[in-house]
C-alpha cells in the first residue's frame, strides 16, 4: 500500500493533468450538436485505437512487480477497445440511414 502512495505523490502533477483533462472533455463533447455526432464518433475511434496501442506498450515495458501500471493499462485496452467497436457499430447504423433501400 505505501509504494502506491508513494507513486501518487510521485505523479501529483500527472493526476492532475488527467482529472482535468477529464472534466475538459466532458464539457467540449456536451456541446457538440447532434448533425456533427457521427464524424466525432469516427475520430474518437481513430485516438481510441492510438490509446490502445500506447497502453499495450504500457504494459510491455511496466515491471513484473508493478501491478498500477499492469491493471490500469489492462482497463485502457479493454475500455478502448469497447469504445472502438461501440462507435463501429453506432456509425455503420447512423450509415445504413442513408443508403438506398432496395
Not at 469504445?83 to 443508403?99: A, H, I, W
Request: net charge neutral; charged share 15%.
Amino acid at each position: 500500500m505505501e509504494h502506491i502512495f508513494s507513486f501518487l505523490h510521485q505523479h501529483i502533477d500527472l493526476i492532475y493533468i488527467v482529472i482535468l483533462s477529464v472534466f475538459l472533455g466532458v464539457e467540449v463533447i456536451s456541446r457538440v450538436p447532434s448533425v456533427l455526432h457521427t464524424p466525432l464518433m469516427s475520430g474518437a475511434n481513430a485516438i481510441h485505437g492510438v490509446v490502445i496501442i500506447g497502453a499495450i506498450i504500457v504494459m510491455g515495458k511496466a515491471e513484473a512487480n508493478n501491478y498500477l501500471a499492469l491493471i490500469i493499462g489492462f482497463l485502457a485496452v479493454i475500455l478502448g477497445t469497447i469504445n472502438v467497436v461501440g462507435g463501429f457499430v453506432v456509425t455503420d447504423r447512423m450509415l445504413e440511414m442513408f443508403r438506398k433501400k432496395r
